[in-house]
Each structure stands twice: as C-alpha cells, then as structure tokens.
C-alpha cells in the first residue's frame, strides 16, 4: 500500500480517499505521509461519514485533508440545500471586518460542494428531472470547491455503479452534434464559468434567502466593491410546479444585467428523434434539456419583470435559474468609499485622542461604561435596549464592545444588534445624544457625530458591517487613551490580562450622586504628579450592577481590599488618597466602616474592614510618589467621640487617624449596634448586633466577634426560618480570623519599619493616657507579642 500510494502520488496531482473513516487513523497517517514525500502539495479530498463535525475536525487536523465531500443531494428540502451552500463557504454579505487576529475556535472544514457523487441516486431517482439544473446552479455559486459526475449533465437516470458497469459515456463529436445533449453541459460550463469568476475576482460574501419552499436566492458579494451576483433557483424536490408563487425581491441597489437565464424543457414525446445510442453506451433522460439565454436585456426577460427596484416572477416554473448582476448606487459607493476613507486615515483619531488627552478617568468610566444603575441614578435614563437581545450590560462603548467582538467571531449576523442596525440608526443618535449630556465631552461627541453620520447613505443590508468599521476604529482611539492613563509599565507587564484588568479598573470608580464620600478637609493637597481635577472625588463599587448606587455603593472591606490593585497599580493615587482620607474620618469605636452611607449612618459591624485600611495605607506609601506624604494630610474626622452626632467634626493628620485605630484595639472595643434590630438588619439574631475587636493581651492575636455576628469577609447570614439557619452566620467569624492575624502582622511590622526610620511618630514614646488606654501595660510588649 505504501507503494502504490508513491506511485499513485507521482501521477496524480491529488487523491479522493472514499470512506475515509473506515480506515485506521494511523495507517492514513502513514500512507499520506509517504505519498506527501512524492509530492508535499498533494490535494487530499476525503468522505467521512462520522456524523460529527468535530470529529470530521480530527481526521482533518490528523491526515491534512484538504477537503471534505460534501453533498447536495443529501438535503431533504430547499431550505436545508440552502443551508449547506451558506454553511460551507465564505463570509455572510456585510460581514464585520475589523478582525486583526483569525479566532480559532472548531470550525467548518473546507468543503468540496457536490450535486452528486459517483455513489449516489440522480436527481430524477430522489426528487425530479427538473432538479438538476438549480441544484447544480447553488453549489456552484457557493463559495467552496463544487464537484459534480459526468452523469448528471447527461440527465443519467440511474445510479452508475463504478464496480460492475461496462457501458461507457457519449464520445464529445456525438454530444456536439446533438442541441438536447448540449443543454446541461452548456449551462455546467456557464455555472462553472461564474463560480471561477466570482473566486477570482474578491466575490467573498455570500447569502441564502429562502424566498419559499422551492425558491431559493444566493447572493455573492464582494466586500470592497460592493457588487453583487443574484443567483435564483427554483428547486423542484417533490412536484413541478408552473408559477413560482413568491414575494417581490426588492433590491438595494441596481440591477444591471440578467446574466443568464437556464431553463429545464421537457420535450413532447412525439417531438423525439428515433434514439441512436448504442447499447455499449449510457445515455440520459432523452425527453429533457436545457435553454440557455445569456445577458438578456433587462426588459426583455421572459421570466421576470423588473419594477421600482423589486424583482417580479412572471414565468420562472420548477428547474429554472436567473442569475443577476447588482451594481451599488452612486449614493452607496460615496458614502462606502467615505467610511473607508475616514478608517483607514489617521487624522480622526488623533483628532480623537486630543479630545480625550486632559479628560480624567471619571469622564472615561462614563464614556466606556456606567450600568444602568448608575445611568439611572445620575441621569433617569437606562441602558440602550436591543429588541430581541435586552439592555446592554453597559451605557458606554464597552456595552456594545462585547456584541460586536462575539458577532465578528462568528459572523453571527441574524444577531438582534444587526437586526437593529439594519432597522435604522437608533443606535448611532443614542450614542451621541448620551456624550453630549457632559458639556467636557462635547468635542467627543461631535466627533462621534460626524464619523457616525456617514451611515446615513449606506444600505440597511450593509449597516452593520460599516456601524462596526467606525465603532471599531473610535473605540480604539478611547481605549489607546484610556489605557494610557492606567497601564503603567513600571509596576504591570504589558499583557493581554493585565490590560483587561486595567480596563475594568475604570468602570469601578466614579461619582454617583447618590453614593457621595464622606467629606474631605479642604486642606488636602493632590499627590504629587496629579492635577487637580475639580471633581468630586470617586467612591468605589462594592460590585457591579447590584451594589452600584445609593447606601449599597460603598463598603469599606470591600473598598480597601480593590484599592492597591484598582487604584495604586494603576497609578490612580489620587483615588486612593482620597478614599482612605475619606473612610478614615469615619472611624469610629476605632473601626472602619461596613456600610459606608456617606458616613451619616454608617454600619460598624466589620473587624477587618480597619485592617485593609491599614493596609491599604501602606501600600500607598510604598507605590505612590512621595507616599510618605499621606500620613500627614488631614482627615476631617466626623465623629469626635464614638457617641458624638455627625457633623461635630475636628481635623487631625492621618498618623494619629491611624494611632487611634491600632491603641482603641489594644484596649479592647465593646459596643452594641446604633439602632439594633430589624431596621438595620432582618435577619440578625440578637446578640448580633454586640460587636467585640481586640488584641489578645497574652498572644498579640487579633481577636472578636461572636457566634451571632458575620465580622470578616465570610458574611452570609442565614435567612431562612423553614430551615432553621435564620441569624446564623454561614461561616462563623468570631475568635482569631486567620486572615485579620495576617493582616495585622503586615500593619505592625510595616509600621515598625517606618518608626524605625523616624517617619512614624508613634514607637514606644506612650504617656501615661496611652498607656491607660492600654489597660497599662506595657505597649513595647504588646508589639513584639504581634510581631512573634
């Protein structure tokens, strides 16, 4: 066998392997790889019959078929023939193009598009006479390799079995002087013809309209010309049938020429010359040909009538095929030409950037996200709602991002987001309409405006394809802009992920009337490198879009846990300056805050919430310039004393923020919850709302909480009476937390460092006042009992 594949290489310049699927893997493998050696670009053509693309994918990948056989003839309707031409090859018409990487997800193999093989029945046997010709017309217009059998323009009614048959087909010099055994190899050549045409000259696109149950139209398009070839076929599987019996095809654009027009003849028996063929020698349906009409004039059409851009059957029975040359309107070159123009000069963009160059990051997160909660909050207006799909997850760019990436993945065309591009231009007015509610984005909007204007000319048909091309081209103009403010090179590696995780750092922070920060002293100074921006300060998401707006914006753990890689990796230090400032004139029972509220009825019911703060502080002074800086800026403290109204406030520098935090902890800290009970919490039993955070005297271990209350991140409360968990933590907290000891181990050595090196100013100079509100021990003890 390896010999006879090496002979077979080196006469033939491809193999047809048939049922290839009955042959072991290993020994294709083998066999091909030694025929390759003969000849390396050897066209491998396979039949599988696994009955599952991916494993048809396997044998593919494993064997290097080049194609696989596919058939026509195994489509029990119209409208599956239809999807198998659009399933095997090229991209739908108007398909995305902004593709800079080919996904490589499981995908079709590369067909060769048969109306029929050597091993199976003949149209006449499986549906009628009248099926050859538009079945032959659909696989050769689709964009794939076509094959078909010599018998099948010869209308050979029966299956030609290669094993046992000894009849031969008509010599050429006989077919050539017969007009009826003409017509079907005339119009193969003319189909043939076309489909090498279209190939050739960038006819890319293709589209399968099933018109009605037996007529079937087939568009190719090519992408950068915007010229089309129609190419109708009336099937006929079951019955013949005089009329076409279906809608108007209305046409965008403007026909230009009926390239040919094929029609199937039955012949009058009475009409039939005396059959000569030889009995050595096969011969077809001698009662059926075929009429051919090339580049008929538009007018002159017997089959259909061409009316106000619509096209009107009027004589198109079973088994006849028209074909269409569409040429695009004036309006629609020029406003195609201006798209592609407007993409592919740089101009714009940099027009773009300077427009986006001094905008803070605040503006950025309303240009690409905002959910609909903050929207809403902000401005009684949602997410933009696409028929058939629903609200975009986000307001912004980033909302439609997704869908168009997946659509240009896919060429999933049918997707709702095309249906409403092709609809109108809602969307573009929408996008528009919501940059212009900022008058700092006004110069963006009217960019967007004029770029996204120029679909007002293209047909709906192609809508989609150039909405992509601009939104593409804009979107990545914000986004270079964007990541250039968070991504910075001396603390993350330019990556894939960490540019991600950049992005969605954006769409965390923002100001939300609603979820305002607590106040800042007006003494704060921006960190060094920032410019003041005269805009409120960012709080930060706890989660998106459930904890977007309102009292459930802000919460401390969930704030100070983000805050080092949302904000300081990034190098929003001002972001973070102002959210631990903000947090920390809070403090009271020296805790940090759960529920933030603005600090006007905020929930102390954390443990751990102060000791990310902590942490984040630290970290702060470790990645920002100048970090030190942040221990002596002033907090506005909104609470004297733990019992004091809100608004009775003092200033104090950050360092004694931070002493009275870690001295109230040595001292133990014993409170019951302001305003206990149901109002504040639903599910709590009782003794819940008794909070306990201290510093074991003997251990240094941080200790608290009980059995009743959810103090560290594990919080889910049971809720449920009918079984029985109502008030009880799903996880209980109370005791030592791991992680709280971690934490504080980090805080004391951190700190210890920085006293050490004089930039603390607490260490082990405790007056007789600190040392009372350490039950008068000895602090040096307590510090070297964390650190061990």
């Given at each position: ?7 077979c ?7 047809r ?22 000849r390396?670009?050897?066209?491998v ?8 693309e991916?494993l ?23 409208h ?8 095997y ?17 499981p995908?079709v193999?590369?067909?060769?598009f ?35 059998t ?23 010099s ?10 079907m ?7 043939n ?10 006819y ?13 139209a ?5 992408p ?43 012949i ?10 030889a ?7 001698p ?7 090339e ?12 009316k ?8 198109f ?23 592609e ?16 160059e ?34 975009l997850?986000?307001?912004g ?11 240009q ?24 309409k ?83 920060l ?5 003494q ?14 960012n ?9 977007a ?8 753990r ?6 080092p ?14 959210l ?39 970290k ?26 809100y ?12 002493y ?8 133990g800290?014993?409170y ?58 799903a996880?209980p907290?109370?005791g030592a ?19 050490t090196q ?23 003890e ?7």
């Amino acid at each position: 066998m390896k010999k006879y594949s090496e002979e077979c290489a080196g006469i033939f310049h491809g193999f047809r392997i048939d049922n290839a699927h009955s042959t072991p893997i290993h020994v294709a493998e083998y066999l091909l790889h030694a025929a390759r050696k003969v000849r390396p670009d050897l066209y491998v053509v396979a039949e599988l019959f696994t009955g599952s693309e991916s494993l048809d994918n396997v044998f593919v990948n494993r064997l290097g078929i080049t194609s696989l056989v596919r058939e026509a003839s195994r489509a029990w309707d119209s409208h599956e023939q239809g999807r198998l031409v659009y399933r095997y090859g090229g991209d739908p018409v108007g398909a995305f193009r902004s593709k800079t990487v080919r996904p490589a997800p499981p995908a079709v193999a590369h067909a060769v598009f048969y109306d029929q093989t050597h091993d199976n029945q003949p149209p006449v046997k499986t549906r009628t006479a009248y099926d050859y010709v538009p079945t032959a017309a659909m696989t050769t217009i689709s964009y794939c390799s076509s094959g078909s059998t010599r018998g099948y323009d010869e209308f050979v009614p029966f299956l030609v079995d290669v094993v046992h048959e000894d009849r031969v087909y008509s010599k050429w010099s006989d077919i050539s002087n017969s007009p009826e055994k003409q017509g079907m190899i005339r119009a193969r050549k003319l189909f043939n013809d076309l489909h090498a045409n279209l190939s050739l000259t960038g006819y890319s696109e293709i589209f399968v309209d099933q018109i009605n149950e037996d007529v079937v139209a087939v568009t190719r398009h090519n992408p950068l010309t915007h010229e089309s070839v129609l190419v109708i076929s009336h099937t006929c599987f079951k019955t013949f049938k005089w009329h076409a019996n279906c809608k108007n095809i209305e046409i965008a654009d403007e026909i230009t020429d009926i390239i040919f027009e094929v029609k199937t003849i039955e012949i009058p028996e009475k009409e039939n010359s005396e059959d000569h063929t030889a009995e050595n020698t096969l011969s077809g349906l001698p009662h059926f040909t075929v009429e051919i009409y090339e580049h008929v004039k538009l007018d002159k059409s017997g089959i259909v009538d061409i009316k106000d851009g619509q096209i009107h059957f009027k004589n198109f029975p079973s088994g006849c095929v028209i074909a269409f040359k569409i040429t695009p309107k004036k309006s629609t070159v020029e406003s195609c030409n201006k798209i592609e123009n407007l993409v592919s000069n740089e101009n714009l963009k940099n027009e773009l950037k300077q427009a986006l160059e001094n905008l803070t990051l605040q503006k950025f997160n309303y240009i690409l996200f905002s959910c609909e909660k903050e929207e809403s909050s902000e401005f009684r207006e949602g997410a933009y709602d696409i028929p058939g799909f629903g609200k975009l997850v986000y307001c912004g760019l980033q909302g439609i991002r997704p869908l168009i990436k997946k659509i240009q993945e896919t060429d999933d065309l049918g997707h709702p987001l095309c249906g409403n591009l092709r609809g109108g231009n809602w969307l573009s007015e929408h996008i528009v309409k919501r940059l212009k509610r900022l008058p700092k984005l006004e110069k963006v909007a009217q960019i967007f405006e004029k770029s996204l204007a120029t679909l007002s000319d293209v047909p709906h048909f192609l809508r989609p394809c150039y909405f992509e091309l601009i939104f593409s081209y804009l979107y990545e103009g914000v986004l270079e802009v964007a990541m250039s403010k968070v991504l910075l090179k001396e603390y993350l590696p330019e990556n894939q992920l960490t540019a991600k995780l950049c992005l969605s750092s954006i769409s965390f922070l923002t100001d939300i009337t609603s979820a305002l920060l607590p106040p800042l002293s007006k003494q704060v100074s921006s960190p060094v490198g920032a410019q003041p921006s005269h805009e409120r300060p960012n709080s930060l998401a706890a989660g998106l879009p459930h904890f977007a707006e309102g009292i459930w914006r802000n919460w401390g753990r969930d704030t100070f846990i983000a805050v080092p890689g949302l904000c300081l990796l990034t190098g929003r230090f001002e972001d973070a300056r102002n959210l631990i400032l903000a947090f920390g004139g809070c403090l009271r029972h020296g805790l940090i805050p759960n529920l933030l509220a603005e600090g006007r009825s905020s929930r102390y019911n954390c443990r751990d919430a102060v000791w990310f703060w902590l942490s984040a502080i630290l970290k702060y002074i470790e990645l920002a310039p100048n970090g030190l800086e942040i221990l002596e800026q002033p907090v506005l403290r909104l609470y004297t004393t733990d019992d004091a109204e809100y608004g009775n406030s003092k200033e104090e520098p950050l360092y004694e923020t931070i002493y009275e935090a870690l001295q109230r902890h040595f001292r133990g800290i014993h409170y019951r919850e302001r305003n206990a009970g149901s109002m504040i919490d639903e599910h709590m039993n009782d003794s819940g709302f008794n909070i306990t955070a201290y510093i074991h005297q003997e251990t240094g271990l941080i200790y608290g909480g009980n059995r009743w209350n959810c103090g560290t991140w594990m919080d889910k409360m049971g809720s449920s009476s009918r079984a029985g968990n109502k008030g009880q933590p799903a996880t209980p907290r109370d005791g030592a937390a791991v992680e709280l000891q971690g934490l504080a181990l980090y805080v004391a050595e951190s700190l210890d460092r920085l006293a050490t090196q004089g930039h603390f100013r607490y260490k082990e100079h405790w007056n007789q006042v600190d040392m009372e509100r350490v039950g008068g021990k000895n602090p040096p003890e307590f510090r070297r009992k964390i650190l061990r």
